[in-house]
């Protein structure tokens, strides 16, 4: 079983910053892709960041130039640091690893359980 948490969400002003983070655990053998996707009440899920196992990444055209997406291999960990922060950031966000359990095995999605960000004007 693979396990994602992510941390950093919460309340900020327009303008704010933020720094999520999201760390993988238990039976890992390699992690591919990493990203964050955003859930806004009613709307499908939609990403936000990602990076790829060599540092590649892709932002939405929204974010760009305000988000940064990294990961740390050694901890298993991918964070986004968010800068200049609008009320339609907002929104439950989401990670998302795609893992290989067994060297042999099939890469899978792998989920965290979200993390809220609510942005005041």
């Known amino acids: 079983q693979v396990q994602l948490v992510e941390s950093g969400g919460g309340l900020v002003q327009a303008g704010g910053s933020l720094r999520l983070s999201c760390a993988a655990s238990?039976?890992?053998?390699?992690?591919?892709?990493m990203g964050w996707y955003r859930q806004v009440s009613g709307e499908q899920r939609e990403l936000v960041a990602r990076i790829g196992g060599g540092g590649n990444t892709n932002y939405a055209d929204s974010v760009r130039g305000r988000f940064t997406i990294s990961r740390d291999n050694a901890k298993n960990t991918v964070y986004l640091q968010m800068n200049s922060l609008k009320p339609e950031d907002a929104g439950v966000y989401y990670c998302?690893?795609?893992?290989?359990?067994?060297?042999?095995?099939?890469?899978?999605?792998?989920w965290g359980k979200g993390t809220l960000i609510t942005v005041s004007s």
């Open positions: 998302k690893a795609v893992v290989r359990t067994q060297r042999y095995s099939y890469a899978a999605n792998y």
């Open positions: 238990g039976s890992i053998f390699s992690i591919n892709d």
